[in-house]
C-alpha cells in the first residue's frame, strides 16, 4: 500500500471515529439536560408548593412521557435526603422502612430483585432514599441510595458542587449491565448562587438521577450509521489513565492502526475516550 492510500484510510478512520463520538457525546449531553430540568420541575412543584403537585403517580406519568427527551437513559428516580433524627417520621409517613442497597450477588433470591425482600438499612447519620421513580426503575423505590458506593459518591460530590455528576461504569441494581449514574442534587430555594460548599450541603433537599445503559446506547447509535461492517469501536472510562474500563465494545481489539476520540460527558472529574479501528485490513 502506497503512503498516500495510507494516510487516506488513516483520515477516513479519523472523520469516522470523530462523528460517531460528536454524536453519542451530543446525545448525552441532550439526556443531562433534561435530567437537569427534572431536578427543576421537583424543586418546583414538589417543594416548592404546599402541597406537593407531584406524587409517585404523577412522576411516573411525567418521566413516562417525557422519555424520548433522554434518549440514552434506562431510567429517573428521586432520592429524599433524610437525616437519622427524621427517619422514624419519614418512615411512618411512607409506610415502609429505608432499605440498604444489595448488590445482585448479595440478593436473597439471585435475579429476583425486589425492595421488600431487602433489609431495612442499619443506622446511619443521613439517608437517600428513593421516593419517586420513572416505572422502568422501579425496583429502586426505598431504596437508600447513599448505601451503595457509587451512588454515595455521587450525591455527595453533586450536592458540594451543584453541578451533574457522573459515576465509574458499574453494574446497575437488577439489569446488571454496566452503566453510569448521572446524579443532580436538588436544593431549598433560598440557596445563593454564589453559595459555599457547605452551604450547598445545607439546603439539599434531595437528589435527582438518572441511569444510562451505555452499552445499548452506543449500540443503537452506531446501528443508525450502519458503519458495524467496517470499523471496531471501543468506549472506555480512562478517568484513571493506567486501569481503563470497558463502557462497550469487544474486549479483544485487533492490531490495526487506531484512532483515539474524547468523549466529554459534561462531569471534568471524569474522562471518556472512543477508539476506533478498521476491521479488515487494506
Ligand atoms: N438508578 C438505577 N439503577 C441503579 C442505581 C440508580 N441510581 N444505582 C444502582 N443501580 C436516585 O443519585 C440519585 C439512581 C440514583 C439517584
Redesign the pocket.
Known amino acids: 500500500m502506497n503512503a498516500a492510500m495510507t494516510a487516506r484510510r488513516k483520515e477516513t478512520l479519523a472523520n469516522m471515529c470523530d462523528e460517531r463520538a460528536r454524536m453519542l457525546q451530543d446525545q448525552f449531553n441532550v439526556s443531562m439536560n433534561h435530567v437537569n430540568a427534572l431536578a427543576i420541575l421537583i424543586s418546583t412543584f414538589h417543594h416548592g408548593k404546599n402541597p406537593s403537585a407531584i406524587n409517585q403517580k404523577t412522576f411516573a406519568e411525567y418521566t413516562a412521557r417525557t422519555s424520548f427527551e433522554r434518549p440514552l437513559t434506562?431510567?429517573v428516580?428521586?432520592?429524599l435526603k433524610v437525616l437519622h433524627s427524621e427517619r422514624e417520621v419519614f418512615e411512618k409517613e411512607h409506610g415502609w422502612r429505608i432499605k440498604k442497597?444489595e448488590t445482585e450477588d448479595q440478593s436473597p433470591v439471585k435475579g429476583d430483585y425486589t425492595p421488600e425482600k431487602l433489609d431495612p438499612s442499619p443506622a446511619q447519620e443521613e439517608y437517600?432514599p428513593?421516593i419517586f421513580t420513572q416505572e422502568t426503575?422501579s425496583h429502586?423505590v426505598s431504596v437508600d441510595?447513599m448505601s451503595?458506593k457509587?451512588?454515595h459518591d455521587?450525591?455527595l460530590r453533586?450536592r458540594a458542587s451543584a453541578k451533574g455528576v457522573l459515576t465509574s461504569p458499574?453494574k446497575?441494581?437488577?439489569?446488571n449491565k454496566l452503566?453510569v449514574?448521572l446524579?443532580f442534587a436538588v436544593y431549598k430555594d433560598d440557596l445563593p448562587p454564589n453559595a459555599t460548599p457547605q452551604q450547598r450541603i445545607d439546603a439539599t433537599v434531595g437528589?435527582?438521577?438518572?441511569?444510562f445503559d451505555i452499552a445499548s446506547l452506543v449500540e443503537k447509535l452506531l446501528q443508525q450509521l450502519a458503519s458495524k461492517q467496517t470499523i471496531i469501536v471501543n468506549v472506555y472510562d480512562t478517568t484513571n489513565p493506567s486501569v481503563p474500563i470497558t463502557m462497550y465494545g469487544p474486549d479483544v481489539v485487533g492490531t490495526g492502526e487506531v484512532h483515539i476520540s474524547n468523549v466529554d460527558f459534561g462531569d471534568p472529574n471524569r474522562k471518556h475516550e472512543m477508539h476506533c479501528r478498521f476491521k479488515h485490513e487494506p
Do not use: C, P, R, W
Open positions: 434506562s431510567g428516580a428521586y432520592a442497597m437517600a428513593v426503575v429502586i441510595m451503595g457509587e451512588d455521587n450525591i453533586a458499574f446497575l441494581l437488577k439489569s452503566g449514574v446524579t437528589y435527582l438521577g438518572a441511569s
